[in-house]
């Protein structure tokens, strides 16, 4: 059973930045995709942005964004802490909602999500 725990959430002022981390309870290669969602209040959630992994190691990761946050937020990986981060700078009050992590396991195919982490920009 994976287990993800979000971190690094909170309240900031709009121009500001936030980093959120995501740890896993086992190593990264086990997943085939792995990053961040988010929801807005009243709005169904949404891809902020995914690392997907080639079985092949020479092939290395493929990483896309959603368009509203392109140039703002990075997403990377540490294996050697099973965390998956994310840099957000420049942040707006549009980016306010729960924060979610998300991991797919190369095996199978199951989705697993955190808790969330909650992420509120003051304009």
């Known amino acids: 059973q994976v287990q993800l725990v979000e971190s690094g959430g909170g309240l900031v002022q709009a121009g500001g930045s936030l980093r959120l981390s995501c740890a896993t309870s086992g190593s990264l290669l086990i997943f085939n995709a792995m990053g961040w969602y988010r929801q807005a209040p009243g709005k169904q959630r949404e891809l902020v942005a995914l690392?997907?992994?080639?079985?092949?190691?020479?092939?290395?990761?493929?990483?896309n964004y959603a368009d509203s946050v392109k140039g703002r937020f990075t997403v990377s990986r540490d294996n050697s802490k099973n965390t998956i981060n994310l840099q957000m700078n420049s942040l707006s009050a549009e980016d306010t909602g729960g924060y979610y992590c998300?991991?797919?396991?190369?095996?199978?195919?199951?989705?697993?999500w955190g808790q969330g982490t909650q992420v509120t920009v003051s304009s």
């Open positions: 690392i997907t992994s080639s079985a092949l190691i020479t092939s290395g990761d493929n990483i």
């Open positions: 998300y991991t797919r396991t190369r095996r199978t195919n199951r989705e697993y």
